[in-house]
C-alpha cells in the first residue's frame, strides 16, 4: 500500500525540522510505503531551506515551491496534484493536527474500506471567544446556505485514490477544500480530536483571512444570498405598493401628507438595502470573471526534483 501526506506550510522555519520527523515518525508506524510532500506557500522565512535541509534524513520526503504565496488552499491544491498513490492524508505541519491519528485513520481507511476519513475537531487550542464566535457563526451561514454542516471540519483528512480523482474533476480555480470534499458524498468515518496548542509561532489567519474565506464559502457553494436579494426587494415592492395606496387615498380626501423624517429614513434603509444587494451580486460577479479567465490555481518555483531557471 502507498500513502502520500501532503503537508502544505508557509513560514514555519522556526519549527519544521523538528515537527517533520515527528510526523514521519507515525507515518512509520502504518506500515505503508508512504512519502511526505511538503508544499512551501511562497515562505518569506528560511522554511525551503529547512525542507531541502531534511531531504537527506528523510529520502521519502519531496518538496514543492510554490513561485509566491497563493494561500493555504492552492497549496492543498498542489500537494493533491503531486500524490500519486493509494490514499492520501492533508495535514499541517504545526502538530496541531496530531499525527499519532495517522495511523488510526489508514485502519479505518482499510477495514471498513472507506473512501474518506475526516478528523473533527472537538475544543479549541486557547482561540479566543471572538473568535471562537466568528467560528460557529461561520459554519452556521454556511450549513443555512449550503446544506453541508461542516462544524468541527478541518482539512485533516484521508482521501482514497477514488475520492482524490473524484476531487479533481473540480474545475473550479478557486477552491474551499472541505467543502468540495463534503460535497463528494462518499462513504466516510470520523475521528475526533482536541486541538493542541501549537508547537511555536502564531495562527496564520488573520480575522480579514477568515472572513474571506467565509464569503468565498458561501459563494461557492450557495446561490441563496442572491435569491435573498430577489425576496428582499419582493417585499419592498409590497410595501412600497399601500404605502402609495394610502398616499393617493390621502391626496384624494385632501389630508395634508406629513412624515418627512419617515421619508428619509426609508430612502436611507432602501439605499443601504441596494448597495449591500449591488455588493453581493458584485462578489458573484467577480467569482464568475476569476473562474472564466481560468488562470491556474498556483505555479511551482522548484521541487526537490528540478529548479526554476
Known amino acids: 500500500m502507498e500513502l502520500s501526506i501532503v503537508i502544505p506550510v508557509y513560514n514555519e522555519g522556526s519549527h519544521i525540522a523538528e515537527t517533520l520527523p515527528v510526523i514521519a515518525s507515525y507515518a512509520d508506524k502504518t506500515e505503508a510505503e508512504y512519502k511526505l510532500i511538503v508544499v512551501d506557500d511562497g515562505s518569506a522565512d528560511d522554511t525551503w531551506q529547512k525542507v531541502i535541509s531534511l531531504k537527506e534524513r528523510f529520502p521519502r520526503l519531496e518538496a514543492i515551491r510554490l513561485s509566491r504565496n497563493f494561500g493555504k488552499e492552492a497549496a492543498i491544491c498542489a500537494g493533491l496534484d503531486a500524490a500519486d498513490s493509494d490514499a492520501v492524508i492533508i495535514m499541517d505541519s504545526d502538530l496541531q493536527h496530531p499525527p499519532e491519528l495517522i495511523p488510526a485513520m489508514v485502519s479505518l481507511w482499510r477495514l471498513q474500506q472507506v473512501d474518506i476519513v475526516n478528523c473533527v475537531k472537538q ?126 387615498y390621502n391626496k384624494f380626501i385632501g389630508v395634508s401628507a406629513t412624515g418627512f423624517t419617515t421619508v428619509i429614513l426609508l430612502l436611507l434603509i432602501v439605499g443601504g438595502i441596494i448597495m449591500v444587494s449591488l455588493g453581493i451580486m458584485g462578489y458573484y460577479l467577480s467569482a464568475v470573471y476569476q473562474e472564466v479567465k481560468r488562470r491556474p490555481r498556483f505555479l511551482i518555483s522548484e521541487t526537490t526534483e528540478r529548479k526554476s531557471g
Open 123 to 248: 475544543g479549541g487550542s486557547g482561540n479566543g471567544l471572538a473568535y471562537r464566535m466568528s467560528t460557529a457563526i461561520f459554519y452556521w451561514l454556511l450549513q443555512t446556505f449550503s446544506g453541508y454542516n461542516l462544524s468541527g471540519a478541518s482539512d485533516y483528512k484521508l482521501l482514497s485514490s477514488k475520492a482524490l480523482e473524484a476531487w479533481r474533476q473540480f474545475p473550479e480555480s478557486k477552491t474551499f477544500f472541505r467543502g468540495m470534499i463534503a460535497s463528494l458524498g462518499f462513504a466516510g468515518a470520523t475521528i475526533e480530536f482536541t486541538v493542541p496548542q501549537r508547537v511555536e509561532g502564531n495562527s496564520k489567519w488573520s480575522l480579514t483571512g477568515l472572513v474571506g474565506l467565509a464569503v468565498k464559502a458561501i459563494v461557492a457553494f450557495s446561490s441563496i444570498p442572491l435569491y435573498l436579494i430577489a425576496a428582499i426587494g419582493a417585499l419592498f415592492l409590497v410595501g412600497a405598493f399601500f404605502v402609495g395606496m394610502e398616499a393617493l
